[in-house]
């Protein structure tokens, strides 16, 4: 038996993660469930999934509110059979800061041409190649929301010349803003590092193909553009990447994430010497930050507040 109200209960689906820290900490305030009682069940109010099973959430017929474990929500609208309920993702400081840390990390070694220098240590070459100034040196974001306008304030402050992307018209200090279909164009002509920092839509899937690589500014200070994506792995055409990469319209990538994660080990971008791989690490969720919001959340909505950080299903993000 538990001392916990039957009311306001959670269930907690996630998929390829470890629930247990966030079980422990969803229960400190509430009675969590990792399955449903029974074919339906009408004592679960609230949901906190990562890319749950499809149909799992249309058991719940009282279900008020589903939380996502991360800032991107395609892992939940991906289920056919969705109920209506209103979708919260993740909004966080930390999870913010990790992405504004990765960019950070994978800009600067694009710019200080870390590929060229490791190729050098391991041949025992001593040999200092032209270093351009940030300045000289145009970072196109991708995406200018929570995480893009972070990344972008940060890739500032070190000197680079920002450029933002997005689908409305965003107006950020000291950034030169693009956006839809109109913008792309004069956006990837002006961009020497892209980072990609979107949301995967029926818009945007697929958007990282040949056609855009080749967009991007060719005779640029660094000899030929990189790419990042730390966004959504189905975004990227991974043969057109390698391609590009052969051909020479793509110097080098870092790569977060990918069209099938865990990447497949007969994927040439594994050992490709120009392109550098995490394993969908660039930001991840700290149960110990994001579950005190969530139930903090949870009571709010209780005493009657609207809830925060919405998706909007119809844009899909
Ligand atoms: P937001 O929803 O705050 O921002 C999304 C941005 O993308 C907005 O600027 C939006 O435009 C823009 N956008 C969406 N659709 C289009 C389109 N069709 N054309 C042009 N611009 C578009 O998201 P976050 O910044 O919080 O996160 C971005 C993504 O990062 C997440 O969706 C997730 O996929 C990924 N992510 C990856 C992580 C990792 O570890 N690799 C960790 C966390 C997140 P507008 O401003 O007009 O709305
Ligand atoms: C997220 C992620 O969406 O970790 O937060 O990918």
């Not at 792309?184 to 002509?189: D, G, I, K, S, Y």
């Not at 060719?218 to 000899?223: A, C, K, S, Y």
């Not at 930050?289 to 919405?310: I, Y």
């Amino acid at each position: 038996m538990t001392d916990k109200p039957a009311a306001g209960r959670v269930l907690l689906s996630m998929t390829g993660m470890h629930p247990k820290r966030w079980y422990d900490l969803l229960a400190k305030e509430r009675t969590v469930v990792l399955e449903p009682d029974g074919p339906e069940d009408p004592t679960i109010d609230y949901a906190v999934v990562w890319k749950q099973p499809p149909g799992l959430l249309s058991r719940l017929p009282n279900l008020k509110a589903i939380f996502s474990i991360g800032a991107g929500v395609d892992h939940i609208l991906a289920d056919p059979h969705l109920p209506d309920a209103p979708i919260v993702r993740v909004v966080a400081e930390n999870l913010t800061q990790y992405m504004v840390e990765y960019v950070s990390w994978r800009v600067l070694d694009h710019h200080r041409q870390g590929i060229t220098y490791r190729a050098q240590q391991a041949e025992k070459r001593w040999h200092e190649p032209p270093q351009p100034p940030a300045n000289e040196v145009a970072v196109g974001i991708m995406g200018l929301g929570v995480l893009g306008r972070a990344a972008a304030t940060a890739l500032k402050a070190l000197g680079f010349t920002v450029n933002g992307w997005s689908r409305r018209e965003r107006r950020l200090d000291g950034v030169n803003g693009f956006s839809g279909e109109a913008g792309l164009t004069p956006f990837l002509a002006a961009t020497d590092i892209l980072v990609v920092l979107l949301p995967l839509t029926p818009a945007t899937t697929g958007i990282i193909d040949h056609g855009l690589l080749s967009r991007l500014r060719q005779d640029g200070p660094l000899g030929g553009p990189c790419l990042i994506n730390a966004g959504r792995g189905p975004l990227q055409k991974e043969a057109d990447i390698l391609r590009a990469l052969e051909e020479g319209t793509l110097k080098e990538a870092s790569l977060d994430v990918f069209e099938r994660e865990p990447l497949d080990k007969q994927s040439r971008l594994w050992t490709h010497p120009r392109v550098f791989l995490t394993p969908h690490a660039a930001a991840s969720s700290d149960p110990a930050h994001l579950v005190p919001p969530m139930l903090a959340q949870m009571a709010a909505f209780e005493r009657g507040e609207p809830l925060k950080n919405l998706v909007d299903r119809e844009a899909g993000y």
